[in-house]
């Protein structure tokens, strides 16, 4: 068997709830505008995406709204917000490509997951996503209780 390659990447914060509410299609990589106080704060692991979005605002731009990066405990008068609106760094034809999607066909821009790559910028991984209604989550759910108990034979039976 061979062995797993680790990424070059530190995963911060990750959206585990959007697979089970969203169909997720495209996925890219944006850059996140971010002070100085909210870079160490996120190297110490405790950013929440879980009940994120990404949105427009009236220029055109993305922005990551209600991501909570907790204030760094080191930096005195400093600080940051926590909540606050953070301006995602995306090219323009992605921009226009995903304003698009969102308007015409009723997706949603979602944030699945803030890491920092291997040269050290914080990134985060958004995606197109639709919507699921609750037999669609029953059936993944369904699925996902099916793998388990695959893995859990297959041990047993070795």
Request: aromatic share 8%; proline share 4%; net charge positive.
């Given at each position: 068997?061979?062995?797993?390659?680790?990424?070059?990447?530190k995963?911060?914060?990750?959206?585990?709830?959007?697979?089970?509410?969203?169909?997720?299609?495209?996925?890219?990589?944006?850059?996140?505008?971010?002070?100085?106080?909210?870079?160490?704060?996120?190297?110490?692991?405790?950013?929440?995406?879980?009940?994120?979005?990404?949105?427009?605002?009236?220029?055109?731009?993305?922005?990551?709204?209600?991501?909570?990066?907790?204030?760094?405990?080191?930096?005195?008068?400093?600080?940051?917000?926590?909540?606050?609106?953070?301006?995602?760094l995306?090219?323009?034809r992605?921009?226009?490509?995903?304003?698009q999607?969102?308007?015409?066909?009723?997706?949603?821009?979602?944030?699945?997951?803030?890491?920092?790559?291997?040269?050290?910028?914080?990134?985060?991984?958004?995606?197109?996503?639709?919507?699921?209604?609750?037999?669609?989550?029953?059936?993944?759910?369904?699925?996902?209780?099916?793998?388990?108990?695959?893995?859990?034979?297959?041990?047993?039976?070795?």
């Open positions: 068997m061979a062995p797993k390659t680790q990424p070059d990447f995963v911060v914060a990750d959206n585990r709830r959007a697979r089970f509410d969203y169909e997720i299609g495209d996925a890219l990589e944006a850059g996140i505008m971010l002070t100085g106080t909210e870079v160490k704060s996120l190297r110490s692991g405790k950013a929440t995406i879980a009940e994120s979005y990404v949105g427009l605002d009236r220029s055109g731009e993305l922005y990551l709204f209600n991501a909570n990066i907790p204030e760094y405990l080191q930096a005195n008068r400093f600080n940051h917000e926590p909540r606050r609106p953070r301006k995602l995306v090219k323009l992605e921009v226009a490509k995903l304003s999607a969102v308007e015409r066909k009723g997706m949603t821009i979602v944030p699945l997951k803030i890491y920092f790559n291997e040269k050290g910028r914080a990134k985060i991984e958004i995606a197109l996503g639709r919507g699921k209604n609750a037999a669609d989550k029953r059936q993944t759910e369904k699925a996902r209780d099916w793998k388990k108990e695959q893995g859990r034979l297959l041990r047993e039976r070795g």
